[in-house]
């Protein structure tokens, strides 16, 4: 069940809605009780397999994402530039989540 969820999720979960959260986490209560042992919410699923998926991306020059993730210039500071935008479209992409994510677990 994770792994049919967690194939796309980095993509389709930034511009969900509450509701359709709501019911993907009903779902995902129904397979543990179906399967008996418990599974990770949708919303740490979606911070783990984005960061994930964004490390791939940094250490993969030829991606064509990779120049999105740039560092600050602060040379104590190991933070990602954050991306603007203008657009709400833009707001959920999967490049600024991950760069979210990834700047607010260095500050943790």
Same mark, same amino acid.
């Given at each position: 069940?994770?792994?049919?969820?967690?194939?796309?999720?980095?993509?389709?979960?930034?511009?969900?809605?509450?509701?359709?959260? %709501?019911? &993907?986490?009903?779902?995902?209560? #129904?397979?543990?009780?179906?399967?008996? #042992? =418990? @599974? !990770?919410?949708?919303?740490? &699923?979606?911070?783990? *397999?984005? $960061? $994930? *998926? +964004?490390?791939?991306?940094?250490?993969?020059?030829? /991606?064509?994402? %990779? +120049? !999105?993730?740039?560092? &600050? =210039?602060? @040379?104590?500071?190991?933070? &990602?530039?954050? @991306? $603007?935008?203008?657009?709400? *479209?833009?707001? /959920?992409?999967?490049?600024?989540? +991950?760069?979210? @994510?990834?700047?607010? /677990? $260095? !500050?943790?």
């Amino acid at each position: 069940m994770e792994s049919v969820i967690t194939s796309s999720i980095s993509v389709w979960f930034g511009s969900a809605t509450s509701q359709s959260e %709501h019911r &993907l986490q009903r779902i995902m209560w #129904c397979a543990e009780r179906i399967i008996g #042992c =418990p @599974l !990770l919410s949708i919303t740490n &699923l979606h911070s783990a *397999r984005s $960061k $994930k *998926r +964004a490390r791939k991306i940094t250490a993969d020059p030829s /991606h064509p994402g %990779h +120049a !999105l993730f740039q560092h &600050l =210039p602060s @040379l104590r500071n190991q933070r &990602l530039r954050a @991306l $603007k935008t203008r657009t709400t *479209r833009l707001l /959920h992409s999967f490049f600024l989540q +991950a760069i979210t @994510l990834i700047n607010f /677990h $260095k !500050l943790s």
